[in-house]
């Protein structure tokens, strides 16, 4: 055959072999890479974090002095306002400020319709808000008149309050303690509550509500007892649970996201239901059974550690009191604060229609309209639950 015609050799044997370093050149990239991609992926995702914008969060702290600027000083009344604790931390309030003067009114859309249907724990959180305005403004120097919602009235406005300057500084102790009060849901020393201590708190509830006190140990046992029981079957009420799960927080990004809620650190949760918190305590999960006994436990040890617990009534059939007993339970609360006693009110008793005849029972108060259960007692203070900003409740009018 011609040389011309010769058959070509395989393109293999054609190839020049491939240098060996640079097969491991291309390996050591893709594993370089890689290892690039690994490390910075979080920087990224963190990167993208701080770049979206931030829910404005309302600082824990209040000017000391009254600010000259009446605007400002309408501000520093209404950051007082933001401060105030309420349940599940829906904040449900919205202030209305014209010069010296402003409208407190309630917001729909933080109500809790399957908890609270009569409104009565949102009248509460009102009522606190409405209390830590009072206290900023007697602190500044300023007298405050208050017109509450007459009775009936199905208007949201809670109440509307006007000030005036000239007065002497005074509440300048509970001023104080507003930055500083917690909802604290830890579990207690078990130390009990001095009787100067006792009687100061009771001192602070208004003729028109009573106040009903127990500390014998087997008693606050049963109360554990008693609260557990509520908790447990209030969890596995699958429409209190799903209402409840929507002001639960599973970190702290979330609640700053939100600026509302109860977070799991807040809430005291460890173990097992923490790390699978979001199928514990969902309603739909397999898994709820195990929430709820968790909840539970956690709520009776909770209130066995107590140094004292307490109910907050009303006399049978007294209407209109929800602003009232709220103003009330702040004003312990700020009290308890600076004579160093944690509290934690609760409400699952209450809440649960089953188990308030057995409440008030245990109180020696059949007859009587159940407000809120306190617990008190000592403990380390937790750390503050976030507040949307004053930017975001109120609306300013300058007149």
Known sequence: MPASQEAAPPAASRAKPRPATLDRRRFLLVLGS????????????LARRLAAPRLALQPWSLPIDPPADPLELARALAGAAVLAP???NTQPWRLEVSGSSLRLLADPRRALPVTDPARSAMMMSLGAALENMLVAMRAYGLRPAVTYSPEGDTSPVAAEVTWSAGERRRDRDLFAAI?????????????????????????????????????????????GDLVHDATRDQVLDARAQT?????????DDEAR??????????????????WFARRYFNPQSRFIGLGAGSAAKQAREAVRSSG???????????????????????????????????????????????????LLRAFGAVGEEPLLMIRFGHAGRPAPSMRRAVAMVASFRNS
């Open 243 to 251: 209402e409840c799960l929507r002001w639960m927080r599973f970190g």
């Open 257 to 274: 996201e939100t600026g509302d809620g109860v977070t799991l650190d807040a809430l005291e949760i460890g173990g097992p239901a923490r």
């Open 86 to 88: 309420s349940h599940w």
């Open 179 to 223: 930055p500083e009060r917690r909802t604290n849901r830890r579990n207690y020393d078990g130390r009990g509550i001095f009787m100067q201590n006792r009687s100061a708190l009771t001192a602070l509830v208004p003729g028109d509500l009573r106040f009903h006190w127990a500390d014998d140990r087997d008693q606050i046992h049963e109360m």
């Open 308 to 358: 004292a617990v307490a109910l907050l009534t009303a006399p049978r059939g007294a209407s209109s009191v929800g602003v009232i007993a709220g103003q009330t339970y702040e004003r312990l609360a700020l009290r308890a604060t600076r004579l160093g006693i944690a509290n934690q009110p609760l409400r699952s008793p209450i809440e649960m229609p089953n188990y308030r005849s057995d």
């Open 34 to 45: 890689a290892a690039a991609y690994a490390t910075l992926r979080p920087h990224a995702g």
